[in-house]
C-alpha cells in the first residue's frame, strides 16, 4: 500500500468510522480473505487491539463494514425525492471516487458463495438496494413491481462491473442514460392516461 494510507490516530468518535474505511480499503486491495485485524489497524493507523475492542470478532467486522458499505452506496442509486431523471445520476462518477468500495461488496458476494455464514449479509446488501430502488421507481410512477426492482439492480450491479474493468466512464453515462429512458418509456399508466390514441389502434 502506498505512503498516503500512513494515517494518525482517529480522534475521539471517529474511531469506527476510520476502522470501517479502513476495512473496506483493505478488501479493495487484497480480497476479504486479506481483512485482519493487524491489517486493518495498519492502515487506519492505531493499534489492532483498538480493532479487536469495536469489533469482538471479524465475522461482526465483516457485518458491521457491509452495513457502512450499504450507507455509502446508497447515494449510487438513490434518489430520494428528486426527479427521475436524477435515477443513477453521475454514476460514473460516484464508481471511481468509490472503487475500493465496490470491489469490497463483490468481494462479499464471490465469498459468501465459499463461505455459507456470509450469505445473510450477501442477500441483506442486496435486499436494502432492491428496496431502494422499488421506493424510488414506486414514487415515481415508473414501476411498483418488485421484479422490475430487480431487473433494474441486475443492470446496475453489470455496469458497475463493466466501468471497474473498463474503466470508461463515457460508456456508464450512455449506458445510464438509456437504462433511464427505457423505465421511463415502460412507466406504468397514471389515472389521467385513457390509452392510446384512436388513430393508433390497428383495425386489420
Keep these: 500500500m502506498s505512503d498516503k494510507r500512513s494515517r494518525t490516530r482517529p480522534g ?3 474511531g469506527r468510522v476510520a476502522l470501517l474505511a479502513a476495512a473496506i480499503e483493505v478488501v479493495g486491495e487484497k480480497g476479504l480473505r486479506g481483512l485482519t485485524y493487524r491489517e486493518v489497524a495498519r492502515v487506519a ?5 483498538l ?3 469495536h469489533f469482538g470478532t471479524r465475522q461482526e467486522l465483516i457485518r458491521a463494514t457491509l452495513d457502512y ?7 449510487t442509486i438513490h434518489f430520494a425525492g428528486r426527479e ?20 469490497f461488496q463483490f468481494e462479499l458476494i464471490l465469498e459468501a458463495r465459499r463461505d455459507s455464514t456470509l450469505s445473510p449479509s450477501a442477500q441483506e446488501m442486496y435486499d436494502s438496494y432492491i428496496s431502494l430502488i422499488y421506493d424510488d ?17 441486475a443492470a446496475l450491479d ?6 471497474l474493468v473498463y474503466q470508461r466512464t463515457e460508456e456508464t453515462d450512455a449506458t445510464v442514460g438509456l437504462l433511464r429512458e427505457l423505465l421511463a418509456r415502460h412507466a406504468r399508466p397514471g389515472p389521467d392516461d385513457a390509452g392510446p390514441p384512436s388513430d393508433a389502434v390497428d383495425e386489420h
Excluded at 450499504?70 to 447515494?75: E, K
Excluded at 453489470?158 to 466501468?163: E, R, S
Design 12 to 14: 475521539y468518535g471517529e
Design 84 to 103: 427521475f431523471a436524477d435515477f443513477a445520476n453521475d454514476l460514473s462518477g460516484l464508481i471511481s471516487k468509490t472503487e475500493g468500495l465496490q470491489a
Design 45 to 49: 493507523g492505531v493499534t489492532h487491539g
Design 158 to 163: 453489470g455496469i458497475v462491473i463493466q466501468q
Design 51 to 53: 480493532v479487536a475492542h
Design 137 to 153: 421507481l414506486a414514487r415515481s410512477g415508473i414501476s411498483d413491481r418488485p421484479e422490475v426492482a430487480r431487473l433494474v439492480m
Design 69 to 75: 458499505a450499504v450507507t455509502l452506496g446508497a447515494d
